[in-house]
Each structure stands twice: as structure tokens, then as C-alpha cells.
């Protein structure tokens, strides 16, 4: 394997400039700069990224932990995250944690012996990373947060605006006329979690209507959550005619529970995830979700995390992004108030929508044109 006394000897240059070519650390005249880089390709030439960690304090690496690597949410988080880092030298190194905090401390205390330039983290549950997160800091390390803040966080922050996407999502089934709403939520020690549940509990005050405790069922953020948890809610007297799923995998159980039992979505009851991913557009009926992106919130936390590893030494960053509502046919008016020829055909639940209530929600549909 070559390396930078040889590059050097091939480029007729001394081992410093080679030095600063490749970390760009002095300027050099283009034509020694052109001989150099010729050389690399030739020699095939590829730098120890952890002896040049140790000689700089920091490698190119950016670590990331995730949750889930289940969850077809996250890897949009990701993709984002790890284009910007690559557009700009540095490569993402994943970790999954599986909910696990004591997993979570495991990767973060044996990512700080690898040196990384910065941290991305979506926070396990129970996650507290507030001495794992000073510890990087006074190493010069950043850390950001995603879609999850753990307890006591005050640096930055990269999340959707969890509270006013389950509001619209509940103002929706308000306006179509239910009354009996509940939803499934995730774990309530989670803040994103917390903030839907706020949300859902806020359009049910401004509607004046009752959020009975029954009608409130906190699970995990999957699948089989969802499925156990709509059961019961089916199987209450009176049942819900709504539901307002904390996540899109939640709902996917909520539809499967929905069909065990005989009903029909949304002739029956009606349904609404959050995070819009794309497999609602293929599920009988296609999903209503609220939108957000994935792919932004890995985006902002990376740009923020170079900007500190460029030296910004500004206030923590609290980035908010917004939520929109894309209506699909899994939503419907309650059957009490539907027109009995409005009930035949169940791919039609937009058409039946108020016209009140479509004008208020269509610049956020992107299923119309």
C-alpha cells in the first residue's frame, strides 16, 4: 500500500505538500497541487482516516444512531443526513439501537474513542444524553437531536411541529362530522409522542368535544401496537368512529385489526397516521397521514452539525419544521350522518367530504391536482 513518502517521491515534492493537498491545509501552486493528485490516482493512494484522526484530534466521520432500523421512517432521516455529509467529505457511520437506552450508551461511549467530527442522534426511549453529549462537546464534538428530544436536552435540534400535525389531523375528523374520536399513541415519555397527543387533546377542546380516557391507548411505535391496541377500541361500546394513529406503523396494525374484525375503513371508522410514508399510498384504502419529511430533518441536522464543526459557536438550534395533512380515502363522514347512496362505494370517501372542509385542506392534498 502507498503512502505519503512514496506519494511524494512520485510527485517530486516534499512530504508537507503533500500533506496540505490532501487536507487542503496551505495553499499550493495548482501545477505541484495537479502532480500530486496524479500521483494518488496512479499510486491508488488511500489515507489512514485514524492516524489522521489522531494528528488532528478528529477523523471525517460522522456518527449517527437511530432507534429502529426497522421503522421505514428513519432511513429518510438518514439518506438526508448522510448526502449532505458526503457532499461535503465526511462519511455517516450508523448505529441502531433498537429503543434500547443501554444499547444507546454503548455506541455513543465507543464512538467518542473513534474521534468523529460530529454526532447525530434520534433518541432511544428514556434516552438522557446529557452527560454523554457534554462529553463530546468539551472534546469539540457536536451533537444534534432528531424528531426526539431526550430528557433535559438544551443543545440543537432538528424536529416536525409534532403538536400542530395532530391538530390538523383532528380537526379534520372534526369537521367531517365525528364525534367519537380516539387516538393510539406512542410512548408518552417520548416528546414526539407527547406533542400528538397535545395536539389531538387541543382540536377535541376547541370542538368542545368530550376526549374520553378509554378512547386514549398509548403503545409502541409499531405495528403490533397498533393492531392490540385498536382491538380494544373496537371492541368498546360505544366504539370510536375515528382514529388518530400516532404513526403510520401504528396505523398499518390499526387497518389489519379493522379487517379481522368485519369492518370497513372508512365506511365504519375512519383513520389518520403520521409521517406519510409511502407505503400508505399502497395500503386498502390508502392511508391519510400527516406529511412530514425525513429527508429534511436528516438535511438541517447535518448543515447544522458542519456549521459546528466549522467553528459556529452560536446559541443551540432549535429547528421546527412544518407538517401538512395528505388526504387519501382512509377517512370518510361518520355512517350517522352519510347518505346512504354515498355508502357504496368506499374508494369515494373525498368526494363525500364537506365542501367547508375541502376548501380548507386542499392546498395541502397532494393527491389533488
Not at 380537526?171 to 407527547?194: D, F, M, S, Y
Not at 403510520?248 to 389489519?256: E, F, H, V
Request: proline residues 6%; hydrophobic residues 35%.
Amino acid at each position: 500500500m502507498a503512502n505519503m513518502k512514496q506519494i511524494a517521491k512520485m510527485a517530486r515534492v516534499s512530504i508537507g505538500t503533500v500533506s496540505h493537498v490532501l487536507n487542503n491545509s496551505a495553499s499550493v501552486r495548482e501545477p505541484v497541487r495537479k502532480r500530486v493528485l496524479e500521483a494518488v490516482q496512479v499510486a491508488r493512494y488511500q489515507p489512514n482516516q485514524l492516524a489522521r484522526g489522531l494528528r488532528r484530534d478528529k477523523t471525517n466521520m460522522i456518527g449517527m444512531i437511530i432507534p429502529d432500523v426497522t421503522n421505514p421512517f428513519f432511513p429518510a432521516v438518514v439518506r438526508g443526513a448522510e448526502d449532505v455529509a458526503f457532499s461535503n467529505s465526511y462519511r455517516l457511520v450508523l448505529c441502531n439501537t433498537d429503543n434500547d437506552h443501554s444499547k444507546e450508551l454503548v455506541h455513543l461511549n465507543e464512538l467518542h474513542t473513534y474521534l468523529p467530527a460530529g454526532l447525530i442522534v434520534i433518541p432511544s426511549n428514556f434516552s438522557d444524553l446529557t452527560v454523554q453529549a457534554e462529553r463530546y462537546r468539551r472534546a469539540g464534538t457536536g451533537v444534534v437531536c432528531v424528531d426526539r428530544l431526550p430528557k433535559n436536552w438544551s443543545g440543537d435540534s432538528v424536529t416536525a411541529n409534532n403538536e400542530q400535525g395532530a391538530y390538523d389531523a383532528t380537526c379534520c375528523l372534526v369537521q367531517l362530522g365525528h364525534t367519537r374520536l380516539a387516538t393510539i399513541t406512542g410512548p408518552l415519555h417520548l416528546t414526539n409522542a407527547k406533542e400528538r397527543l397535545s395536539g389531538f387533546k387541543r382540536a377535541m377542546r376547541e370542538a368542545k368535544l368530550p376526549v374520553n380516557p378509554e378512547y386514549v391507548q398509548e403503545t409502541t411505535f409499531d405495528k403490533r401496537g397498533g393492531y392490540l391496541k385498536t382491538l380494544i377500541l373496537l371492541r368498546l361500546i360505544p366504539r370510536p368512529t375515528a382514529i388518530f394513529a400516532g404513526n403510520d406503523m401504528i396505523a398499518l396494525g390499526s387497518l389489519l385489526a379493522i379487517r379481522e374484525l368485519g369492518l370497513r375503513c372508512s365506511e365504519d371508522i375512519s383513520l389518520i397516521g403520521f409521517d406519510d410514508l409511502d407505503l400508505g399510498e399502497t395500503t386498502d384504502p390508502a392511508l391519510t397521514s400527516v406529511s412530514q419529511s425525513g429527508y429534511q430533518l436528516g438535511t438541517r441536522a447535518a448543515r447544522i452539525l458542519l456549521d459546528r464543526i466549522q467553528g459556529d459557536k452560536s446559541p443551540a438550534k432549535h429547528i421546527v419544521l412544518e407538517t401538512s395533512l395528505n388526504l387519501r380515502d382512509s377517512v370518510a363522514p361518520p355512517p350517522n350522518i352519510r347518505a346512504e347512496p354515498q355508502r357504496k362505494n368506499r374508494h369515494e370517501g373525498r368526494k363525500t367530504m364537506p365542501a367547508r372542509f375541502l376548501s380548507d385542506f386542499r392546498a395541502t392534498d397532494k393527491s389533488q391536482p
